[in-house]
């Protein structure tokens, strides 16, 4: 089922399966900024990464003394969410567990993603409560993908990225080998980087401690803006084609919180690099945003 948002700016189709972004349609600009799902390139548009982010090593955790199989991303991005409440402007998608996902993880939760516009902005609300009677390890990640270029007469090289540090953090970076997180070091001043292919030759661009990155065109100034003040880890992807040194025409902006695992993880999630826990009845809530231009 698709449910439409719409104000006098922006008009936004959201997929029940997943609860996922499908399409933000700018309405004074008449441009589409979301990547359409093209299986031949990368089928999905903006998945709700949960309970991990990014790839267990083997594709596996151990619990409780139970070992779990899990695919990378999780499960959430697959499942029917109910629409539980909604305006013109506004949509709140919901799905309890009920135990249907207890082979490959063990925690009962509800979760509740929201979405509503504001003017040219869109913000995304989540929700995770913890309804067990211990504590509850997970991670959950965004993962939207946007059209490059906007206009016909746009390159990708024209695009850049800008990155907005959190204040008095440390900006690290990791690389990624096999699907897994390697530390890369301190970056001191993270400057505009002007987009080309080969920066995703070896996958993801991945920092901690960024508020804010804005992926805009020097040419139109068209573009779009995220802000996610207080996440912990954010990914930049697109896909990148080693025989023509190409990659898909999008590029993610991925506000985490949670990562891979790392080379030497141990495998307990409990222990996992990224995790969050969560107390007995307690809510998990955060909330990001994106502002189209």
Known sequence: MIKILENDWLKVEIESN??????????????DYMWSGDST??????????????RLKGDQYQLDGNTYQISQHGFLRDVD???????????????????????????????????SLHQNSLSVDWKIENRNSTEMYFSIGA?????????????LEDYQLKFTPAENKEVVEYGLEDALIQEKGVRHNLSEITLKPDLF????????????IELVSAKSNHGVEVA??????????SKYNE??????PFVCIEPWFGIADTQDA???????????????????????????K
């Open 41 to 54: 390139y990368w089928g999905r548009v903006s998945p709700v990464l949960f309970p991990i982010v990014g």
């Open 201 to 212: 030759a070896n996958d993801a661009l991945i920092y901690s401690h960024i508020d804010n």
């Open 243 to 248: 025989k023509n040194n190409t990659i898909a």
């Open 228 to 237: 996610f003040k207080g996440f912990p880890f954010v990914g930049i992807w």
């Open 81 to 115: 969410f109910e629409l539980s409440a909604h305006s013109l402007e506004y949509a709140s998608f919901e799905i309890v567990s009920n135990g249907r996902f207890k082979d490959s993880y063990p925690y009962e939760f509800k979760a509740i993603i929201t979405y």
């Open 18 to 31: 997943g609860a996922e972004i499908r399409a933000v349609q700018h309405k004074k600009n008449k441009l």
């Open 266 to 292: 141990t495998g307990d999630l409990k222990e996992k690099f990224g995790i969050n826990q969560l107390e007995a009845g307690d809510v998990f809530q955060k909330a990001y945003t994106m502002k189209f």
């Open 143 to 155: 993962h939207p993908a946007f059209r490059i270029p906007l206009l016909g007469n746009e390159i």
